[in-house]
């Protein structure tokens, strides 16, 4: 008896949890809220600099140093593109043949539908 009255109690609480949960984000969707809207949009390095009592002119060249890097890391994923672009197409192609023409077509169609293009095959 005790056991099934605690395996209640947990499924009561599960559902509450969930139910929350669920009402939380209905609420937040009718009101138009974004959570990250009210987190500091400034980068972590800035973030400290603010204890630094730094001058305007730290400040911008920390600026100017970060638009950089952030310039310069966009470049270095822009040229990895093609060569992750060849790591998921040959996955694609390993578990493609392992698959039965029907469950390729499917895998294919699945591929296809998530947005990922699909070299032209035989």
């Not at 559902?15 to 974004?34: H, I, N, P, R, W």
């Not at 002119?57 to 920390?62: F, I, T, V």
């Not at 998921?88 to 169609?109: C, G, K, V, W, Y």
């Amino acid at each position: 008896m005790i056991r099934r009255a605690k395996s209640l109690a947990i499924a009561i609480l599960g559902v509450t949890f969930v139910t929350g949960g669920l009402a939380g984000m209905a609420v937040e969707e009718a009101l138009g809220l974004d959570w990250f809207d009210y987190l500091d949009p400034a980068p972590f390095e800035i973030r400290l600099l603010r204890d630094l009592d730094v001058s305007d002119s730290q400040s911008a060249r920390a600026d100017d140093i970060l638009n950089d890097r952030d310039s310069r890391l966009e470049a270095y994923w822009a040229e990895r593109v093609p060569e992750m672009q060849a790591i998921i197409s040959e996955s694609h192609d390993e578990i493609r043949a392992m698959l039965t023409p029907d469950q390729r077509a499917a895998f294919d169609r699945a591929v296809a539908a998530q947005g990922v293009q699909i070299p032209e095959r035989d």
